[in-house]
């Protein structure tokens, strides 16, 4: 094997690349084998049930985990991008409307918190400015994992909440935006071009809760990256905040990580207009437009591109947003 070559690690950065790649395949291999074997059990407990030595309820629960065993892999064969595989970067910001807007945007937060950990995913903030009154003005957060971006990419969009607002002294129906930004979160393997006269650096005082050195060492950072598009022309400014740990470089560090995967995802961008422009037959994915409303009081949560809607909004609420995630993977995944 390849892997066991000697000097194999001594290029660190190709060997990881290899190792990803398989743990990638093994991935697939043990997915097949999984349906396989169950459809066997399946076969089997069928010429049971024929005999009377099974019950149909036996058939019925096998056919059932084969079917989920199916579904997943199918899934799975959704996420083939390039960066399907990577980590992510997630950003929320409140829309217009002050407190209401901005409980919304912790509740979304909270939300996909949630999401992570009951998917084996870690999640970290990385910047996080609080609110006027409650809630959350903005938040960036890394969300570490396989094919955390391929899972999430679809939550790119404006949110819509309608509920009786507990802000609202007379108790009327208000309705709040949040926009949800999701990145692909490169790791070394990818070269990205960074004009590194286009940085300049602020440093501040984080503030927060804490030890001794909040709001006494300036630990975090501000990168302002003058962007030029290489395609259009067209300038722009990206900043970027990051008051991840008490220790300066290690903030720099993450915050030109995060640089890297703007970039990165502005590339990827240039690549889906391209392709979309080609195979313009297909339904277009409109990247930032409304994509789903939670309405509490009539208990509804429904994404406007797939229709799929939950009933238990607490649920959702809770993380479990993984069935919106699979319709729109399978009706929009192969496009992409």
Same mark, same amino acid.
């Given at each position: 094997?390849?892997?066991?070559?000697?000097? &194999?690690?001594?290029?660190? /950065?190709?060997?990881?690349?290899?190792?990803?790649? +398989? $743990?990638?395949?093994?991935?697939?291999?043990?997915?097949?084998?999984?349906?396989?074997?169950? +459809?066997?059990?399946?076969?089997?407990? &069928?010429? =049971?049930?024929?005999?009377?030595?099974?019950?149909?309820?036996?058939?019925?629960?096998?056919?059932?985990?084969?079917?989920?065993?199916?579904? !997943?892999?199918?899934?799975?064969?959704?996420?083939?991008?390039?960066?399907?595989?990577?980590?992510?970067?997630? !950003?929320?910001?409140?829309?217009?409307?002050?407190?209401?807007?901005?409980?919304?945007?912790?509740?979304?937060?909270?939300?996909?918190?949630?999401?992570?950990?009951?998917?084996?995913?870690?999640?970290?903030?990385?910047?996080?400015?609080?609110?006027?009154?409650?809630?959350?003005?903005?938040?960036?957060?890394?969300?570490?994992?396989?094919?955390?971006?391929?899972?999430? !990419?679809?939550?790119?969009?404006?949110?819509?909440?309608?509920?009786?607002?507990?802000?609202?002294?007379?108790?009327?129906?208000?309705?709040?935006?949040?926009? @949800?930004?999701?990145?692909?979160?490169?790791?070394?393997?990818?070269?990205?071009?960074?004009?590194?006269?286009?940085?300049?650096?602020?440093? =501040?005082?984080?503030?927060?809760?804490?030890?001794?050195?909040?709001?006494?060492?300036? *630990?975090? %950072?501000?990168?302002?990256?003058?962007?030029?598009?290489?395609?259009?022309?067209?300038?722009?400014?990206?900043?970027?905040?990051?008051?991840?740990?008490?220790?300066?470089?290690?903030?720099?560090?993450?915050?030109? $990580?995060?640089?890297? *995967?703007?970039?990165?995802?502005?590339?990827?961008?240039?690549?889906?207009?391209?392709?979309? !422009? %080609?195979?313009?037959? /297909? /339904?277009?994915?409109?990247?930032?437009?409304?994509?789903?409303?939670? @309405?509490?009081?009539?208990?509804? +949560? /429904?994404?406007?591109?797939?229709?799929?809607?939950?009933?238990?909004?607490?649920? +959702?609420?809770?993380?479990?947003?993984?069935? =919106?995630?699979?319709?729109?993977?399978?009706? =929009?995944?192969?496009?992409?």
């Amino acid at each position: 094997m390849r892997t066991q070559a000697p000097g &194999f690690w001594n290029n660190q /950065k190709e060997a990881e690349a290899v190792m990803k790649k +398989v $743990r990638e395949l093994k991935g697939w291999i043990s997915g097949y084998e999984q349906i396989k074997q169950s +459809v066997e059990d399946l076969a089997v407990l &069928f010429d =049971f049930a024929k005999e009377g030595e099974a019950t149909e309820e036996e058939v019925d629960s096998q056919y059932a985990s084969t079917l989920a065993l199916v579904e !997943k892999l199918e899934l799975k064969n959704m996420l083939r991008g390039e960066a399907d595989s990577m980590s992510c970067v997630l !950003k929320i910001n409140s829309g217009a409307g002050g407190t209401e807007s901005q409980d919304w945007a912790s509740m979304l937060m909270r939300m996909y918190i949630r999401w992570a950990e009951d998917n084996n995913y870690k999640a970290a903030i990385s910047n996080l400015q609080d609110g006027d009154e409650a809630g959350i003005k903005t938040v960036t957060m890394q969300i570490e994992g396989d094919y955390a971006y391929g899972y999430l !990419k679809g939550e790119n969009g404006v949110h819509r909440l309608v509920r009786v607002s507990p802000y609202n002294a007379q108790g009327k129906r208000m309705t709040s935006f949040a926009s @949800v930004f999701v990145t692909p979160l490169v790791d070394d393997t990818i070269e990205i071009s960074i004009n590194q006269a286009s940085i300049s650096w602020d440093t =501040f005082r984080s503030g927060g809760a804490g030890g001794q050195n909040v709001n006494k060492v300036e *630990s975090g %950072v501000r990168l302002r990256y003058q962007y030029k598009d290489p395609y259009t022309g067209e300038e722009e400014e990206i900043l970027i905040e990051n008051t991840e740990t008490r220790d300066q470089p290690k903030n720099k560090e993450n915050a030109l $990580r995060q640089l890297r *995967s703007i970039l990165y995802d502005k590339e990827l961008q240039h690549r889906m207009a391209e392709q979309q !422009k %080609v195979e313009s037959n /297909k /339904k277009k994915i409109e990247w930032g437009s409304q994509i789903r409303s939670y @309405v509490f009081d009539d208990r509804r +949560v /429904k994404d406007h591109r797939t229709n799929y809607q939950s009933s238990n909004v607490q649920a +959702v609420m809770d993380g479990e947003i993984n069935e =919106f995630i699979k319709a729109y993977l399978m009706e =929009f995944g192969g496009e992409e």
